[in-house]
């Protein structure tokens, strides 16, 4: 016998993943729906969503980490969080090709964005690029290349730093000169042999402030 108001439940959760996805353009947690639909249990979340999976108004992949996805959701595709990139001083990482070898979360994106090219996205760290509408938090799409042109903003390994770092890039006569967005901040200026261009911005996700 169904206890009083879990039909209740069950949709004010499908109405929270709704508004969720709306605001945010990717999936929430277990506990993000726990807490945002006042639920006491996580295993009460996970019921409805074993209910809503069954009856076709959502999917999920068990092996992803956020891939709940809304049935009803048309021309989307699933773009993966790949890690952390800094809009200030280089954040460290191990290896040039770490950094985007294992995805965090998946971003559930309307096909406008991403069209038919291979994006992937970052989490933005710091804010040099604020003048250019990109705050800490938000969430820049990428798509793979090794080379830019003169103005683009691009996601640059620096070889001998180890860093990796999001900036516009100016080539100049024997140097490279990476440029913040951000007026209070100063350029990084390396020479060519020491860069590799790992990616060019095609759009953005703003957090919610």
């Not at 709306?22 to 409805?48: F, M, N, W």
């Amino acid at each position: 016998m169904r206890q009083p108001g879990h039909n209740d439940t069950r949709e004010r959760i499908f109405s929270f993943l709704h508004d969720f996805f709306g605001e945010r353009g990717y999936a929430p947690t277990v506990r993000d729906i726990l807490k945002g639909c006042g639920i006491s249990s996580t295993a009460v979340v996970q019921h409805h969503l074993d209910v809503l999976e069954r009856e076709g108004r959502i999917h999920r992949d068990p092996a992803v980490f956020r891939s709940i996805r809304l049935a009803e959701k048309r021309n989307t595709s699933g773009v993966p969080l790949l890690g952390v990139i800094a809009a200030g001083q280089p954040i460290p990482v191990p290896s040039p090709d770490t950094w985007t070898s294992q995805t965090l979360d998946t971003i559930e994106l309307p096909q406008e964005m991403t069209g038919n090219r291979q994006v992937y996205a970052l989490r933005v760290k710091g804010q040099s690029m604020i003048d250019a509408l990109i705050d800490d938090g938000d969430i820049v799409l990428m798509e793979q290349a090794n080379s830019a042109q003169n103005g683009e903003m691009v996601a640059v390994w620096l070889k001998d730093e180890r860093a990796v770092t999001l900036k516009r890039i100016h080539f100049e006569a024997g140097r490279v000169i990476l440029k913040p967005a951000n007026r209070s901040m100063k350029p990084i200026t390396v020479l060519p042999e020491n860069i590799e261009i790992q990616g060019k911005v095609v759009g953005v996700v703003r957090k919610l402030r």
